[in-house]
């Protein structure tokens, strides 16, 4: 364990885009993928704590951030498989939030040999189709309010979804809390107004595949996420070959922000090699 944590930042220029990246630790790498409301900015309260145990590397998805978005096709899990390389990483373990859980799973499907475990906290699964009717008016409502370029009112809308969650409002959560996100969010609308239109799925999608992924798998969900959250955390759990589940307790999409210091201990117990305790 190394108490040297200064952390580097700089741009990786891999797979035709250039990466914001941070670094800092010794030990067997962690490699950080942030949500899709979000960038490298949410794990700040994981960084420094993780980086007394690991080799932490924590970037800004193609698209967000600090990071390019080139009018070009690309898959997330190719710029990861970049930027190990750059980093002359042969495996590291994976923490995925949300979107960036897809992320570390597709890289899993196509690299099982350099995942040495994956820990998905309020994960999507690339092939998953959300029914949850509030879910999906919820996009739709987001999407308008960003074609007529009101990015406050589409940052409102998502932090609703995601940061509060189906069951409480915004003003019940820590206003820095919901001002990081929203900063967020209004930054990749400014960076990546067609992002989604660009990327490249895995095919056959994860969604079908859950059961060729070779790593240890922890399932992080917080008890007041979103239906479809939730029941992809039970796909996850019924059908991952070697997997465990840990509930935490009033926070929605992003426990992470929400109760970092638990969040921090169940990944650390996780890839240290402890069971998971559930909630």
């Not at 630790?25 to 960038?39: I, Q, T, Y």
């Not at 420094?48 to 898959?75: C, N, W």
């Not at 498989?81 to 495996?91: E, G, K, P, R």
């Not at 609308?189 to 799925?201: C, K, R, S, T, V």
């Amino acid at each position: 364990m190394s108490n040297e944590n200064t952390a580097e930042t700089g741009i990786a220029a891999v797979n035709g885009t250039q990466l914001y990246y941070r670094t800092a630790g010794d030990g067997e790498p962690l490699v950080l993928l942030h949500a899709g409301v979000a960038d490298s900015r949410m794990w700040e309260a994981q960084f420094e704590k993780f980086a007394q145990h690991h080799r932490v590397i924590a970037y800004d998805l193609r698209g967000h951030g600090q990071s390019d978005m080139p009018d070009d096709p690309f898959t997330h899990h190719h710029d990861l498989t970049a930027l190990l390389d750059y980093f002359d990483v042969a495996s590291a373990h994976l923490l995925g939030a949300s979107a960036g859980g897809a992320v570390a799973l597709n890289f899993a499907l196509e690299h099982p040999d350099r995942v040495k475990t994956i820990s998905l906290a309020a994960a999507a699964v690339e092939g998953y189709q959300f029914t949850d009717r509030q879910t999906l008016e919820g996009w739709e409502e987001a999407g308008a309010a960003f074609e007529q370029e009101a990015y406050e009112r589409a940052a409102e809308i998502e932090s609703e979804m995601w940061l509060a969650g189906p069951y409480r409002d915004l003003d019940q959560l820590d206003p820095e809390l919901r001002k990081l996100l929203r900063d967020m969010l209004l930054q990749s609308y400014e960076i990546a107004p067609n992002g989604e239109d660009l990327e490249q799925e895995l095919q056959p999608s994860a969604v079908s595949r859950l059961d060729e992924i070779e790593a240890p798998v922890l399932v992080i969900i917080g008890d007041q996420d979103r239906p479809d959250i939730l029941a992809i955390a039970e796909k996850l759990t019924a059908q991952l070959p070697t997997v465990e589940k840990s509930i935490i307790l009033d926070t929605a999409h992003l426990p992470n922000l929400e109760r970092p210091d638990l969040f921090n201990e169940r990944v650390l117990d996780f890839v240290n090699g402890q069971p998971a305790v559930r909630e």
